[in-house]
């Protein structure tokens, strides 16, 4: 039966079964059926870390790894056994999520700019901006929420009224005239993209950088970069359809405003911006703190 359906009617036949699973009166009959299906899971878990660790000591090997993964279907197995964790953006959100309520009810908020070298760069606004008592906020309230949900961070930084790179950053901004021919700053971790005419002038253009797979886009002339990852299920976005600058996943149809990376869909995530800018004519993405596979 499995050999004659496709990864979309399988994932649905996954969740209906479940959901059946769920439903059993029974209550030793239903978690006897949870305990198979973890104990399944536990094997196949294991399997694929043996598999994944020794593909990884090569580099040839790794890098069909790296192709098998954008595969619908494997990436979610492996997302399923979390030997591919959801982008780091997409787990500073939640965080973020966490504390806000209590920074709303002092007239303020609190948005993610950019992850820079594992450091998560905030901006406090409204009436927490400028506020002496911001950085304890800070550090007593989003700090912790952090640390929990994204235990890898080395740090957290405010900034003040720096761009966030990768959300809104308007052309004729960044352009430099009589900078002809610059190259990126490697140190910066500053990379070559493509030329800004090979755009697409309504819709995304994929480009992998380094191994990190990003979609560019220009929604009203202005230039933003995301990895190319749904924040729903961490499918490929390249292939979505684009009308009114919102970018529809072409896999379960979760709907992204492109200018903000907001999620139309489910308000609480959002696409992972990755630090971009134009230089004479040419596109560069920002890579440090941008994981790959």
Request: aromatic share 2%.
């Amino acid at each position: 039966m499995g050999a004659t359906m496709d990864f979309e009617q399988l994932a649905e036949q996954v969740d209906r079964l479940t959901e059946e699973v769920l439903r059993i009166e029974d209550e030793g009959a239903r978690e006897s059926a949870i305990r198979l299906k973890e104990a399944v899971e536990a094997i196949h878990r294991e399997a694929l870390v043996q598999i994944v660790r020794r593909l990884k000591e090569d580099d040839a090997t790794l890098a069909a790894l790296r192709e098998l993964a954008r595969e619908p279907a494997v990436r979610m197995v492996l997302m399923l056994h979390e030997l591919i964790k959801p982008p780091l953006g997409t787990r500073v959100q939640p965080a973020l999520d966490e504390v806000r309520p209590y920074i709303h009810s002092h007239g303020g908020d609190v948005e993610l700019v950019e992850l820079v070298d594992g450091t998560a760069r905030l901006r406090l606004s409204g009436a927490c901006q400028g506020c002496p008592g911001s950085t304890m906020t800070l550090r007593n309230g989003v700090e912790q929420a952090l640390r929990r949900h994204a235990p890898e961070l080395v740090g957290i930084e405010l900034v003040e009224e720096e761009r966030a790179a990768g959300a809104l950053i308007a052309l004729d901004a960044i352009s430099v005239a009589g900078s002809a021919a610059r190259l990126p700053d490697p140190a910066g971790g500053w990379r070559l993209a493509m030329p800004l005419a090979q755009l697409s002038a309504a819709g995304v253009t994929r480009a992998e950088i380094d191994g990190v797979d990003v979609l560019l886009a220009q929604p009203n002339g202005k230039l933003v970069c995301y990895r190319n990852v749904c924040a729903h299920m961490s499918m490929p976005l390249d292939a979505g359809e684009v009308s009114n600058g919102v970018l529809t996943c072409p896999w379960h149809g979760f709907q992204y405003d492109l200018e903000s990376g907001e999620c139309l869909t489910a308000p609480e995530v959002q696409l992972e911006p990755v630090p971009v800018r134009a230089r004479a004519g040419i596109v560069e993405v920002r890579l440090a703190g941008v994981a790959s596979l």
